[in-house]
């Protein structure tokens, strides 16, 4: 039967756990703190880890950070189990790899029918590799194909794999398209379409989102180029910057060549970057926007909102707009509190003369109150998803306003 390590430092918690896995014949460990649930992951190699996100010393998170870089733990099924409900945690947890996110009190059913679909998972990859691994008995976990997949991608320069999807970027006032989010996705020849959630994360634990990212930087500013040249000079796109790109001593070197090489004005391009990727070192990351911005680029901090950048240090940020993240955004019609709030940011932030753009707005009554609350841009699917090249570009030369 299947191994199952419960990191947990409630007591109660998880003796009810253990107790219920036990009952249902599964082996189990148990771990009463991060270090301990770590070092037991490490030597025990279980099938499947049920982790609880707040924890003193260790967070969950970190848990799961610490098992992605070691190749004998970084794919084993991981679920989160947590009071927590906010979008922004579960979106953090899956964005670091989590399989699933289990919110306290859950029932017994819910607890096993996770458990059973991420080890049925993890069962069907195994008979995926094997069939397809003809010249050796051992196997590739879901993470290791993947990785993989990826290396032999890059390794042959099979750069074409590899696609810049665009969502539109849109004046609140004038409902017309003024610029574009670039996001990366990957046609893999040999596991089709690899979702966002997936390559990202596995590109950033392994080093290869700097070439990938050079990829991106190198595309998008051809592309961008060509949608100005064909009369929308004021046209400019965004492109989501990791911190493993950012402290590259040759980053901005590369990028200012790609502006050259495109012959493009380093104004039509926005680098995005995340509060938690400034919080990680706030004097590195401010030392080199201000290099970035010195040469004429724009920055814009994503996702604010959900990490550690509070109000105050907006003001020492070299920064022209400001993205609120869609958890404030998503039913902003019925929540008071999230109204009063936004409200409150996008105020601010138009004092200190900042962009503010509107992320993830999905229904017609989110919109009315971005509108109400003056954000200057709005993206989101109620606008569009993002497009393949050609279907954006279909959109953009209609001169269609999105916003009526």
Not at 31 to 48: H, T
Not at 176 to 183: C, M, N, Q, R
Not at 288 to 310: A, V, Y
Request: proline fraction near 3%; hydrophobic fraction near 40%.
């Amino acid at each position: 039967m299947a191994k199952i390590l419960v990191i947990e430092d409630e007591a109660s918690v998880r003796e009810n756990i253990l107790d219920l896995l036990e009952a249902e014949s599964f082996e189990t460990l148990a771990a009463a703190n991060g270090k301990i649930g770590l070092d037991l992951a490490v030597s025990e190699v279980p099938d499947l880890i049920l982790c609880d996100l707040m924890m003193p010393n260790i967070d969950g998170y970190e848990v799961l950070k610490k098992l992605n870089l070691q190749a004998n733990t970084a794919t084993i099924p991981f679920i989160f189990l947590t009071a927590r409900t906010a979008k922004a945690d579960v979106r953090t947890g899956m964005d670091l790899g989590a399989d699933d996110y289990l919110t306290k009190p859950f029932t017994r059913s819910e607890l096993l029918s996770a458990i059973k679909s991420r080890l049925e998972k993890q069962k069907n990859n195994i008979k995926y590799t094997s069939n397809n691994q003809k010249k050796s008995d051992s196997f590739l976990p879901e993470l290791q194909i993947l990785k993989s997949c990826l290396l032999r991608t890059l390794a042959h320069r099979k750069l074409r794999e590899f696609q810049a999807h665009y969502q539109p970027i849109v004046d609140t006032s004038s409902g017309l398209i003024v610029g574009a989010e670039s996001l990366v996705r990957w046609q893999s020849s040999e596991l089709g379409l690899i979702s966002p959630g997936e390559l990202i994360p596995l590109a950033e634990s392994t080093g290869l989102i700097i070439p990938i990212g050079e990829w991106l930087i190198h595309n998008v500013c051809n592309q961008t180029k060509i949608w100005q040249d064909a009369g929308y000079k004021n046209f400019y796109a965004t492109i989501n910057i990791s911190v493993n790109q950012l402290i590259q001593p040759d980053f901005v070197s590369k990028l200012l060549k790609s502006l050259v090489e495109n012959d493009l004005h380093p104004s039509s391009l926005e680098l995005e970057v995340t509060e938690r990727m400034i919080g990680q070192d706030m004097n590195t990351a401010i030392n080199r926007m201000q290099e970035l911005r010195s040469h004429g680029l724009k920055l814009s901090i994503d996702d604010f909102g959900t990490g550690r950048c509070s109000l105050l240090h907006l003001k020492q940020l070299p920064i022209d707009t400001l993205k609120i993240d869609h958890y404030f955004i998503h039913n902003i019609d019925k929540d008071r509190q999230k109204s009063v709030i936004t409200k409150g940011i996008v105020e601010m932030a138009h004092n200190l003369n900042l962009q503010v753009v509107a992320e993830g707005v999905e229904t017609k009554a989110e919109l009315n109150i971005v509108r109400a609350l003056k954000f200057d841009k709005t993206q989101g699917y109620l606008l569009s998803h993002p497009l393949p090249v050609t279907e954006f570009e279909e959109l953009l030369l209609t001169n269609v306003r999105l916003i009526a």
